[in-house]
Every structure is written in structure tokens, then in C-alpha cells.
């Protein structure tokens, strides 16, 4: 039986997932020129194109798209495989690839792992800041940090933080204008200010709860951001009302710029996890990332 070069099967599978040849090139270490010959030998020698090319973009072919259903997954788990190798050696070195909120990396996963970086200069942890629901495996990542009820149950979930309770929040200038809301349903006569999740395509319904009780509101506003960065600076502007993880609008609420309302509406819900694919062997480096997260887990 004839045997085929992984080097090029490598080639054709990240130039395919990174839609360009300068992108991929600089991800395997080659030229382009180098990258391009090598694709165009793996067509010549299987005798079909796998690759469109334009000026501007190259996307996969039928066939291509094919073989990169049929053989990229095995490639990650080849390389997932000679990865967890690196457990022979004295000195854990790699990258991690986290994909994660930017509130967590700021206030929970700097923090934690800034002492494992110092000690182990060999180590590299490279973040993701999405708040879409990411495919880890599909995109390479090592683990991905989510709230816990919303992660997929064939992961492994690792709890790296304290339950959340969420915060419907406005500035006093806001409420001196709008009587604040007594129920939940009383956010669709106010403006609020909401985040659009990639995933969803959208912006996702507000969820409240009381006494068991459950209600959804689907708000409207004149401020809508992709990530919760800015969430808090425009509700301290007056933009409207804001719901967030609570401890998101913390200094705000102790110095009393902005207030709670519908406190007795907001529920509590399980914190922050750590989640990576079940049937990954991790390798030292992120055993160490693993563990940093994991040992401060608060009660």
C-alpha cells in the first residue's frame, strides 16, 4: 500500500482551517512558496484539487473538505499524543491555549497563574478572550472557562471559583429619571444595556428568579457591546439598566455610583469552571496550569 507524507496532510489541514497560506505558513514555520509547493504536490499526487484559491481568501474543496473531515481530527490526536511525551522530561515546557471571559482572565486567572509562568519560563499560556461558546476541540484549544451549568457534559469541568449571583444595576441619574423596575417584566418599558453573544448570533433573554419562580425578558436598548468590559462604564454613564455577575459591578455597588434593583429577583448559580476533552492526556505543563487554577477554589 502506497504511504502519503503527514508533512503534507499537515500542510494542506492548516492552510484549509487558517483560509490562508501567509497565515499558515507562519503557524508551521515555512515560507509560503515552500507551503504552496508542498499543497500543490499532495493535489498533483492524489489527482484532485483540494483548494480553491482567489486573490483574497482559499477555502476547501468538496474533496478537501472531506479530507479534513476524515483526517484532521487524527492529526490533533497524534499531536495530542507526542505533546503528552513531554511528561519524560524534567522540565514542563508547551503551550496552553485557554479560551476564556476577559473579567476571569483579569481577576482570576492572572492572578493565579502569573507565579506558575514566573517559575517555569518554559511554559507559555496563550488566551482567548470570546464569549462565544468556542469548540475547543475543533479550534486546538487546551481547556476553555465557562460558567458550569453551561458546560458540555462530555467534558471534564473543574470548579475554579465561588457560586455567582447576578446584579440588575443603574446609575442614580437613571433611576432619578425612570422609577426603578419591581419586576422583571418592568425592563421592557427601560433601556438597557446588553451584550450580543457570538455563538447565539444575538442577544440572549435576561434570566430572573424568585421563590422558584422563573421569568425571561428579552430587553432593548441603545447600547449593545460583545464582551462585559464596558457594561459597568455605561451603566455608571446612566445608559440604563445593566445585569451582570455582580461581583463584575462590586467597587460600583460599594461606593454606591450604581444601585441594585430587582435584588430579590436575581439568582444565584454555579461559578467559573475549568473544562478540557475527557479523552486528552494533559501534559505537564497544563497539569501545572490545571492545578494552579484549582487550588484556590473558594467555599
Request: with cysteine; hydrophobic share 40%.
Amino acid at each position: 500500500m502506497r504511504r502519503h507524507n503527514l508533512n503534507d496532510l499537515l500542510a494542506f489541514i492548516t492552510v484549509a482551517r487558517e483560509g490562508s497560506f501567509t497565515r499558515a505558513a507562519a503557524q508551521l514555520g515555512v515560507t509560503q512558496s515552500a507551503l504552496s509547493q508542498t499543497v500543490s504536490g499532495l493535489e498533483k499526487r492524489l489527482k484532485i484539487r483540494l483548494l480553491t484559491r482567489t486573490t483574497r481568501s482559499v477555502s476547501p474543496t468538496s474533496a478537501g473538505e472531506r479530507l479534513m473531515q476524515t483526517v484532521g481530527h487524527r492529526l490533533d490526536e497524534i499531536e495530542f499524543e507526542l505533546d503528552a511525551l513531554t511528561e519524560l522530561s524534567e522540565k514542563p515546557a508547551g503551550t496552553v491555549r485557554i479560551t476564556c471571559g476577559d473579567f476571569v482572565l483579569r481577576t482570576l486567572l492572572l492572578p493565579r497563574l502569573a507565579p506558575v509562568l514566573l517559575e517555569y519560563p518554559d511554559i507559555k499560556v496563550e488566551f482567548d478572550i470570546n464569549y462565544g461558546f468556542r469548540d475547543i476541540v475543533a479550534d486546538r484549544f487546551d481547556a476553555g472557562i465557562r460558567f458550569g451549568a453551561t458546560v458540555d457534559k462530555d467534558m471534564i469541568a473543574v470548579p475554579i471559583g465561588s457560586t455567582v449571583r447576578m446584579a440588575a444595576v443603574a446609575a442614580k441619574a437613571y433611576l432619578a429619571r425612570h422609577a426603578a423596575p419591581k419586576k422583571p417584566q418592568d425592563l421592557l418599558q427601560h433601556a438597557c444595556i446588553d451584550i450580543r453573544f457570538p455563538t447565539l448570533g444575538g442577544t440572549d433573554a435576561w434570566e430572573f428568579e424568585k421563590r422558584g419562580r422563573k421569568v425571561n425578558v428579552r430587553v432593548a436598548g441603545q447600547v449593545v457591546f460583545n464582551t462585559s468590559a464596558h457594561v459597568p462604564a455605561a451603566a455608571l454613564s446612566g445608559l440604563g439598566i445593566a445585569y451582570l455577575p455582580e461581583e463584575e459591578f462590586a467597587p460600583h455597588i460599594e461606593s454606591g455610583d450604581l444601585v441594585r434593583v430587582l435584588e430579590d429577583w436575581c439568582p444565584t448559580f454555579s461559578g467559573y469552571h475549568l473544562y478540557y476533552p475527557s479523552r486528552r492526556l494533559p501534559t505537564p505543563a497544563f497539569s501545572l496550569v490545571l492545578n494552579a487554577l484549582r487550588s484556590e477554589v473558594f467555599c
